[in-house]
């Protein structure tokens, strides 16, 4: 069983660094940690993936220590767009089979002015 | 745009009428998921189709029948349905079938239908 833990909410301002850090600490072997965002009413959207260490992309950072029971999403300099609720996903073998893309209730970001 | 196309946007209903959702991609993908997310709750999997066949059915009730025609389409036929079932209901498709956590688990969401049951 593999499931995640975020905070519920974070606060920030414009142009700060901003860091959700998520726990899933019954990580299996072979499970990725992936990051979606959410905007009220759309889709979640694809933010990044990583297995370990640390992944880049044009969007945000993912960083990943080595025990892998935890992973940490970074966004620099944040804006007013990226107010957002932010998930994180591995694996849920909870139920029965293996079960695709369960998400948990996320992180909602606010960013002020 | 995620090339997941998702009609009608919004859509009122009665309990007693029968509507479908309509969920289209043309991104060659093979799996199509639907989600239902209800004010404040997280995002429910509701069902999940593989190469048009149902992988799984997340204890959905049976006033909601999914439909996959081809790879390519996906209907949510709805009716009898109660105003709990009132939410923004999203299509989702992935390459291949998102299974745990593996590395190919990017999806594509389309902006979903606001569903209002009175």
């Known amino acids: 069983l593999a499931k995640t833990t975020q905070p519920i909410s974070m606060d920030s301002y414009e142009g700060q660094e901003v860091n959700i850090t998520c726990s899933h600490n019954?990580?299996?072997?072979?499970?990725?940690i992936t990051w979606y965002q959410q905007f009220p009413s759309q889709g979640p959207r694809f933010i990044i993936q990583?297995?370990?260490t640390k992944v880049t992309n044009e969007v945000a950072s993912l960083f990943i220590p080595a025990d892998r029971k935890s992973s940490t999403l970074s966004l620099p300099r944040v804006s007013l767009s990226d107010t957002a609720v932010y998930y994180c996903?591995?694996?849920?073998?909870?139920?029965?089979?293996?079960?695709?893309?369960?998400f948990g209730s996320g992180t909602r970001l606010q960013v002020q002015p | 745009e995620t090339g997941v196309t998702q009609t009608p946007r919004h859509l009122v209903m009665g309990m007693t009428n029968k509507k479908s959702l309509k969920c289209e991609q043309h991104l060659g993908h093979n799996a199509m998921y639907w989600y239902k997310q209800s004010a404040k709750k997280p995002l429910e999997l509701m069902f999940v189709?593989?190469?048009?066949?149902?992988?799984e059915n997340n204890s959905v009730p049976s006033r909601f029948s999914p439909e996959c025609p081809n790879s390519s389409h996906l209907f949510l036929h709805l009716h009898t349905l109660q105003p709990e079932d009132s939410a923004l209901y999203l299509c989702?498709?992935?390459?291949?079938?998102?299974?745990?956590?593996?590395?190919?688990?990017?999806?594509?969401f389309g902006q979903g239908t606001r569903l209002t049951v009175v």
């Open positions: 989702a498709s992935s390459q291949d079938l998102i299974l745990e956590g593996g590395s190919n688990t990017e999806a594509f």
């Open positions: 990583g297995y370990k």
């Open positions: 996903l591995v694996g849920d073998s909870s139920g029965p089979g293996r079960r695709a893309l369960t």
């Open positions: 189709y593989n190469f048009k066949e149902q992988t």
């Open positions: 019954n990580i299996a072997t072979n499970d990725y």
